[in-house]
């Protein structure tokens, strides 16, 4: 008996489904691969007439359209770069779980797709979810190489109508190379000249947003943060949101008014609509500037409308939209109690002026710089030295987990404004967050069954308790997400079970993986430099820049500055 596997239906760029036959089955397969060509390339993008500027899009568009599988499908990506300079594509919140090598962070996990060069993305979706796809090279996702990705799960605990998919995000009049110099710069007079973003919601100005409600229905809207560097707050005036899912994780049903998402965070929540077509409604997505010293643009304001009929007018209603749900007041459905630490990792993010003159982020004083050759190549081909955390370079700032242990970061904001930290590979447990600046230190706890996410946003002056099992052996980021905080130093490396990595994924890389190596001049064995020798780094400087503190800024805010944490 011939059974052929039945077409869904999902979107995105020169989409080619391909249908499978399945021989002597009795039952329908569920699974399908879902194959993709992508042509990276610079679009003209104008934003509503106010200005046009270069952003990176797919085929020739941008905004970029968004993706939308099913838990158990294969996405294959044939992405070509027809950029001026490498980039690639990283499947965020995806655990690549046997497949590090398709994470997309370029010189840690790969070497980047060369210019005029080609690189197919194979992604296992064995996770259901709110997640998006961006470049991780620079900072190509604050220039627009960025897009949702949506993967349902066909024993959905919830029940709802529709779905509504709504990314959030940021866009700047200049490109992300002129901000960067800007924020690098030691002047404060210069780093902090104002700079007012705009935002895009749902592919669209804010304004002429609109969120088609039919009355009685309950809709699933799946809110992403694929900008660059603020959160938003999204709210809906008359309604009532109920918390589902954040990050990828399903969580107990939490009533709310209102859900903040950090830069690279995802949630669901679900809005039955109003038993009546007499009104219209506004919605709020307002964006958080703690980053820029600009109190009066602090929150700005960005709305849409709630439409029930075209013919309606907009009642208002104000009240209670600033009401928020704290992490630690959700709890995952699959209940998993609170992991026992085996190993504790500290970091403490500073910002300030290095000794090269620069304005940088750091770690433990360590300002993150990119090895020259990717990390995961250095692990797998060091032998027993890619257990030696010398052989990655210091600037990496590495970190060895052994197979299977729980490992908790403490994370400690020393600057006056949030960070968005990002794990990849794994979700993490919030164990407990705090302020770090008050004498009588006020701390909140989880639940015994703590929430995961993949993003936490530490407020500043704060810090955060996160656990996690090391059981995806592969070389893990955990960065800011702010893509200029990334440009700046913000990110560290864990290198996961290194002995896993050489017997588990050395022999699965593809050859078109070492072939864009070579094509960029990028060693494929050795150390961080390229040598030989656990301690044949030479002088590690060539890994510039490799500033050391002159000094840092407070976690206090400036003088006049109002900060909303």
Known sequence: MHILLAERCFFGSSTKPVLLLVLGLWCVAHAATIELNWDIEYVDYSMEGMFTRKAIGINGQWPIPGVVATKGDTLIIHATNKLKEPTSLHSHGIFQNGTNFYDGAAMVTECGIPMNGSFTYVVNLNQAGTYWIHSHFKSQTADGLRTTLIIRDPDEVYKYDDEIILPLEDWFREPAKTLIKQFNNPDPHIRFKPIVPYAIIGGTCSSKKRLNFAPGKTYRI????????????????????????????????RTTHGVTVGTGQRASVLVTALNTTDNNYIFHADM???????????????????????????????????????????????????????????????????????????FNNVTYAVPQIPTLLTAMTMGDYANRTEVYG????????????????????????????????????????????????????????????????????????????????????????????????????????????????????????????????????????????????????????????????????????????
């Open 222 to 253: 799946r809110l992403l943060n694929i900008g660059a560097s603020f959160d938003f707050h999204f709210s809906m005036e008359a309604h009532t949101l109920r918390l589902i899912e954040v990050d990828g994780v399903m969580v107990k049903e």
């Open 288 to 362: 958080y500037t703690d980053l820029l010293q600009m109190p009066r643009y602090n929150p700005l304001n960005f709305t849409g409308t709630i439409e029930y009929s075209p013919r309606a007018k907009i009642k208002r209603e104000r009240s209670t939209m600033w009401m928020n749900v704290s992490d630690l007041d959700l709890e995952p459905l699959d209940a998993e109690p609170m992991l026992e630490a085996d190993q504790i990792v500290t970091l403490d993010a500073y910002s300030g002026i290095f000794s090269d003159q620069s304005f940088r982020h750091s």
């Open 394 to 565: 210091k600037q990496t700032d590495t970190h060895i987990l052994k197979h299977l242990d729980v490992v908790q970061i403490v994370v400690n904001n020393h600057d006056y404004y949030s960070h968005p930290f990002h794990l990849h590979g794994h979700v993490f447990q919030i164990i407990e967050t705090g302020d770090i600046r008050s004498k009588e230190r006020r701390v909140k706890t989880a639940l015994d069954t703590p929430v995961k996410r993949d993003t936490v946003v530490i407020g500043g002056g704060h810090y955060a308790i996160l656990r996690f099992r090391a059981d995806n052996p592969g070389v893990w980021l955990f960065h800011c997400h702010i893509d200029f905080h990334i440009m700046l130093g913000l990110q560290m490396t864990f290198v996961e079970a290194p002995d896993k990595i050489q017997s588990r994924l050395k022999h699965k890389v593809p050859d078109a993986y070492r072939e864009n190596c070579v094509a960029q001049g990028i060693k494929t064995t050795g150390n961080a430099l390229g040598g030989s020798e656990v301690m044949d780094l030479g002088d590690q400087d060539q890994l510039n820049p490799s500033p050391y503190p002159d000094q840092f800024e407070s976690a206090d805010p400036p003088s006049g500055w109002m900060l909303i944490s």
